[in-house]
């Protein structure tokens, strides 16, 4: 039932539109009930490129092939995840194991601060 509405409201919403923009968003794959979209792969660029200034330098179809296996890979491990620990991902955000670690993640990235990290991230969110 759920599925069926999912579909429907795909639907509507792919058949709302009266133009294609120059960027069609494409489903790609689809693991389970979970999908890759072309625009999640292209944030899944922007985001390995901002790990690592080097990655810009690789081949654009390479660049894309790793951010394609990244997100599969992605999904199937919360996938297997979820199969085994009840994870509420939102009240886990606030432990302290993983404030720590945001926290060694955006110094490692060269942020002096998590208000610049953040700030970083909401620049390029608001890209999308």
Request: charged share 30%.
């Amino acid at each position: 039932m759920i599925k069926n509405i999912r579909i429907l409201i795909l639907l509507i919403i792919f058949t709302s539109f009266n133009q294609i923009s120059a960027n069609e968003i494409k489903i790609l794959y689809k693991i389970n009930d979970n999908i890759i979209t072309s625009f999640d792969v292209d944030k899944e660029i922007d985001y390995l490129i901002s790990l690592n200034k080097n990655f810009s330098n690789l081949d654009k179809n390479k660049i894309r092939l790793i951010a394609e296996n990244s997100l599969i890979r992605e999904k199937i491990k919360k996938i297997e995840i979820d199969k085994v620990y009840a994870i509420d991902y939102e009240s886990e955000k606030e432990t302290l194991m993983i404030k720590n670690f945001l926290r060694s993640f955006w110094k490692n990235l060269g942020f002096g601060s998590e208000t610049e990290f953040i700030s970083f991230l909401d620049d390029k969110k608001n890209r999308y």
